[in-house]
């Protein structure tokens, strides 16, 4: 892959995000740094609580109340970490959207499609009741909502799951957003919708030159949608590489045993468990390798050391050299 | 919706006579009767008053009078215990003066409690929060027993503002203390409720995607989360406001209102069948219009219960 030219369109630097508990500190993002160029596919992925999702909130401020966030992103020359909330609001939806991973619980279920919908347009464009309806037709239509005129009106528990995720979906369209942040779009569909709802992601993506961040703890999903991976593991990156490269010379035991772990790469079926132990434990900041406790590469070195995500256009976190892996 | 109304409607022509039935038959096994007194009446008097009453005849013949009269001319029938008064009469006098304070009391209920709840959620934790908690549980296990005699030593004897009882005609003046005292303790469990079920919509998924839309706070909270968060007060306001425009026993004696709490207690020491009978029907028609009403609006705000319909 070549390196990307122009100056990147999100630029998130050295994040860091903890939570405050009844019994300490939670460090559910540590030290993480990407960037997003324009029109650039990137897939996060990890086990469950590797904080993937946190990543995607603290971008749109909207962390738990009990969250502190460290470090900056960069977004038009402003640090959103830092952003007052009236002026995040103005990139909320318009600059950034975000789909987010519960479709059933993300819509309102007292407010029809219709007015959750409109009322983005008539927030950031000023559009009228009428233009907003208009553009809520043309966003349906485009997501392929069947028959979007006369489900304007619907209630969201009157979708099927697969719908629901595309109102989700269009909801984060409505101001045609530079950024999309989609946290498991596909989790709770099956196997058919999933394909449908990630062509759709990519067909948005191409005809509007969105970016995308896909987050998934799905491996199969990223093959064929983005051309760069981000691998996530106890809130630390542990290798960012081209896709491509990712799948066919891993450059860190954990993304190894993710592999191993896949059965059939295209079968959405198979999850990212399957590696032997458990996540690691975040009640307390490590000065050791995350990993270390499942890595099957591992040495005494790992115990002692914290790796440094290093490398050019790909990086990895690990003591010793790719040669050395098994 | 409508369907769903008539439905409802007709349902409970049944219910309602299964209630007079049983009630009827309820009050006179109680031992005693409205003529029964300590020293009895001649035996010829007493044939004719119950003869007058139509109380001599077997109780069936008297249960299908009743009905009869009820249905067709909307006669509940004389008052057994106030001389020349029919239980419409009864009615007809003390009805209007609790459905007056009670409605006071229920909107003193809703305006006070329902944006205290959403302050105190919405400043979750802080000294507001903690006052309006701490007043609504002080104010939730202050009975209104206590309450209206320390706001009459306050505003009637001590400054002189309200009038301490009486009716007149329900100005204002005498309504505010029966309504304010009535509704206190329920005021505060609003408030309580609102605020619980405002701080759980608060936290949930859908309004996080509102704060993703970049809607304002104030937008977030009338649009999106005010409907949802209302939901459990309107149950619970249901039952209550029944009990408030049927008035309280308690504040009708206390400040002598003349509402039809007065009625009943005095129907039920003088064994006065017509009138708690009458009374009996009233609530019940009132308790089951008020919660279809509850019911329609509850479909209104949720549409998952409208589809249900
Ligand atoms: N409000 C909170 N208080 C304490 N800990 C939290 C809070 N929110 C999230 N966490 C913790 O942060 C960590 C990362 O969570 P995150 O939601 O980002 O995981 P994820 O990678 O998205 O997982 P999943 O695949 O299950 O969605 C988890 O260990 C979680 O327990
Ligand atoms: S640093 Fe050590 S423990 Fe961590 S992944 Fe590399 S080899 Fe394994
Ligand atoms: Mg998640």
Redesign the pocket.
């Known amino acids: 892959m070549t390196p990307h030219p122009k100056p990147p369109l999100l630029s998130v630097r050295n994040l860091s995000?903890r939570?405050?508990?009844g019994d300490g500190m939670?460090h559910?993002?540590n030290d993480v740094s990407f960037d997003i160029t324009r029109g650039q596919k990137l897939a996060v992925v990890?086990?469950?609580?590797?904080?993937?999702?946190?990543?995607?909130?603290s971008i749109m401020g909207l962390?738990?109340?009990?969250?502190q966030a460290e470090g900056e992103i960069l977004f038009d020359g402003s640090n959103l970490l830092k952003l007052p909330t009236s002026e995040l609001n103005n990139i909320r939806a318009r600059e950034i959207g975000i789909i987010f991973?519960d479709p059933m619980s993300s819509l309102n279920p007292y407010m029809t499609i219709e007015r959750q919908l409109g009322e983005i347009v008539e927030l950031h464009e000023g559009a009228s009741r009428s233009t907003a309806r208009k553009r809520a037709l043309e966003v349906m239509d485009a997501v392929r909502i069947p028959d979007a005129r006369n489900r304007l009106k619907s209630y969201a528990h009157e979708f099927s799951g697969g719908m629901r995720q595309r109102v989700v979906i269009a909801m984060a369209l409505m101001c045609q957003p530079k950024l999309i942040l989609a946290?498991?779009p596909t989790?709770a569909l099956d196997v058919t919708v999933q394909a449908q709802i990630m062509q759709l992601l990519d067909d948005i993506q191409r005809d509007l030159g969105t970016s995308i961040v896909l987050?998934?703890?799905d491996l199969g999903l990223v093959a064929g949608f983005c051309e760069d991976t981000l691998v996530?593991y106890g809130?630390r990156i542990m290798e960012q590489a081209p896709t491509l490269e990712i799948f066919e010379k891993p450059g860190h035991p954990y993304t190894r045993g993710l592999l191993r772990a896949v059965p059939n790469i295209g079968d959405p079926a198979a999850k990212l468990l399957a590696i032997p132990g458990s996540?690691p434990n975040?009640r307390r900041a490590i000065a050791s390798c995350p990993f270390h406790p499942r890595c099957v590469d591992a040495v005494t070195d790992c115990a002692e050391k914290l790796p440094q995500l290093d490398g050019g256009n790909s990086k990895r976190a690990c003591l010793r050299p790719v040669e050395e892996l098994t | 919706m409508l369907n769903y109304t008539l439905r409802r409607l007709f349902t409970v022509i049944p219910i309602l006579l299964v209630l007079i039935i049983f009630s009827f038959y309820l009050m006179r096994l109680a031992p005693g009767g409205p003529f029964t007194s300590e020293r009895p009446l001649p035996a010829a008097v007493m044939a004719n008053v119950l003869e007058r009453y139509g109380l001599d005849e077997p109780l069936h013949v008297q249960l299908w009078t009743y009905i009869k009269n009820i249905v067709f001319h909307f006669d509940f029938g004389p008052s057994f215990s106030q001389k020349d008064r029919t239980v419409n009469d009864v009615i007809a006098q003390g009805f209007p003066v609790t459905l007056t304070y009670g409605f006071w009391s229920a909107v003193f209920v809703l305006v006070c409690g329902v944006p205290l709840g959403v302050i105190a959620a919405l400043r979750h934790n802080s000294f507001w929060d903690y006052t309006m908690t701490g007043l609504a549980i002080f104010s939730q296990i202050f009975p209104n027993f206590v309450l209206a005699p320390l706001m009459v030593l306050l505003f009637t004897l001590s400054w002189g503002l309200l009038p301490g009882g009486g009716w007149n005609g329900g100005q204002w003046q005498y309504v505010i203390m029966p309504a304010v005292a009535l509704g206190t303790s329920y005021m505060a469990g609003v408030a309580r409720l609102t605020r619980g079920s405002m701080l759980e919509v608060l936290g949930s998924p859908f309004i996080r995607t509102a704060r993703a839309k970049g809607l304002p706070e104030r937008t977030i909270i009338i649009r999106h989360a005010l409907k949802p968060a209302l939901l459990p007060t309107l149950t619970y306001m249901g039952p209550v406001f029944v009990y408030m425009i049927t008035g309280s026993v308690f504040i009708d004696v206390f400040f002598s209102t003349g509402g039809i709490g007065q009625d009943f207690i005095d129907g039920a020491y003088s064994r006065d069948y017509s009138i708690l009978l009458g009374l009996a029907i009233l609530y019940s028609v009132l308790t089951f219009t008020l919660t279809l009403l509850l019911d329609l609006l509850y479909a209104w705000i949720d549409p998952k219960v409208r589809s249900n319909m």
């Open positions: 995000i939570f405050r508990t939670v559910a993002v990890g086990e469950s609580g590797s904080g993937k999702s946190q990543i995607a909130l962390l738990a109340r009990n969250a991973q946290d498991e989790t987050i998934t703890h996530l809130g996540p975040q």
